[in-house]
């Protein structure tokens, strides 16, 4: 009987019993527990009227249009922006190791902080004022009304403040693909007389594919949950993304008899439109990578 227990063939399945039971405990069975609450009313009947009140409310697609925008000009940008410095800090050049912790910086700092730091500075009498003040930038008399930009200004504020928190990781997975990567490919690129910005498009940016997928998937990730930062600058309303609303529903409305169940549904939702997106990139980046295979 011991022997059937434990065998090479069993083994393995003994040593990941215990990730496994771990991941049923804290992760598999609330997520159920939370879908399950998402359909039910305040007397444990199934309803849909939870998600019909989501559909219904006047902030849901005020919500997803934020959430949506946020998260595609964020990752365009912090993409992009994460690959230069990537190129630059793999040549290896005098200071690129200061230059590198420096970068890291942000990653070091928790989120609420980051929050508590951006909401204390663009205050109207915040640091960043007195900053520019004693700088002579602006009078101290004519301080900058940060927060009181129109939504849409004050997103892309929110976009810019972002990026300098994320940029630094989404760096660090494409760097430490270019790392791993064969030089041998590139050197041969250049033998045959190619530019570098061709080695780069043609060589480089395609065996980097994985790192980029996978830098990518989690930003995209990260960005459709934003909330964080949004909701310690202005709080929670005046910009709304979709899962600021679970936060909101879930601590701060008590008026309700069904507030955890909206925010049950809302999370729901939150979770199907990650995995949604998350497969159409998985799709259409493979597609991408197979009409370049039969070019070549």
Partial sequence: MKKLLFNKKTIPYWLLAPTAIYFFIFWFRPVIGAVLMSFKDPSGNFTLLNYSMIFQSADFFPSLWNTGLFAIVSVTIEFFIALLLAILLNKKFKCSGLLLFVAMIPMAIPPALIGIMWRTGFDYFGWVNSLLAHLGIISASCPINWLGWPNAQLLIFVIILDAWTVIPSV???????????????????????????????????????????????????????????????????????????????????????????????????????????????????????SKAKEVK
């Fill in 171 to 289: 760096m660090i997975i494409l760097l430490a693909g270019l790392q791993g990567m064969e030089k041998e490919m590139q050197e041969a690129g250049y033998t045959f007389g190619a530019s570098k910005a061709k080695v780069l498009w043609r060589i480089t940016i395609p065996l980097l594919k994985p790192s980029i997928v996978t830098a990518i998937i989690l930003r995209i990730i990260s960005a459709i949950q934003v909330w964080m930062v949004i909701v310690m600058l202005i709080n929670f309303n005046r910009i709304p993304t979709l899962l600021s609303k679970v936060v909101y529903y879930a601590n701060l409305v008590q008026n309700l008899p069904n507030s955890k169940a909206l925010a049950a549904a809302y999370s729901v939702v939150v979770t199907l439109i990650v995995a949604i997106t998350s497969i159409v990139y998985l799709k259409l980046s493979g597609a991408v990578g």
